[in-house]
């Protein structure tokens, strides 16, 4: 669900409620790798300036802050070849479910007569850790960096109101 205000002509703000996946590979044991993906909800609220190219195609840059809330998790041994995922119970002493950080990313955007179609790259720096680093064998730092590409439909409220007009 994305939300864009912009009361000027370079400058505005996109707010968003997302569900999304966040996971990882990493070694287990000599021969096996550990995946685990987790489903989050997430807040982004960025700060952003564009730039009209032409007639209605867009380009933008924005930067802002996120907090997200880990809903469920799944997690997964490769030892057959495949990965065979389970649920996954975070553990209360170790594992933390809400993460927040800094966002930043640009894409650009089509103007239609029924809607905006917009393309984003983004990248998100998590400043909490995932694990607690004071729990057994975890690492000293679990920050989440995540890359994502995200295609958006958009709708303009604001022409409702002039067609009542």
């Known amino acids: 669900l994305v939300m864009k205000y912009y009361d000027n002509k370079w400058v505005g703000f996109q707010g968003e409620l997302n569900l999304t996946q966040r996971g990882y590979n990493k070694p287990f044991n000599d021969s096996c790798k550990l995946r685990q993906v987790s489903n989050y909800v997430e807040l982004p ?54 993460d927040y950080g800094l966002i930043g990313g ?39 960096v995540v890359q994502n590409i995200n295609i958006s439909y958009l709708y303009n409220f604001d022409k409702l109101k002039k067609n009542k007009k």
Request: with cysteine; charged share 15%; net charge positive.
């Open 45 to 98: 609220i960025i700060f952003q300036l564009h730039l009209n190219l032409t007639g209605g195609l867009y380009v933008h840059a924005g930067a802002g802050c996120y907090a997200a809330y880990m809903l469920s998790a799944k997690q997964g041994v490769d030892t057959t070849g495949s990965f065979v995922m389970k649920n996954y119970s975070p553990n209360i002493l170790r594992d933390s479910r809400f």
């Open 106 to 144: 640009g894409g650009i955007s089509y103007e239609f007569n029924w809607g905006v179609i917009q393309l984003e790259v983004r990248v998100q720096y998590g400043f909490a850790d995932l694990y607690k680093y004071n729990y057994t064998d975890a690492p000293q730092q679990s920050k989440a």
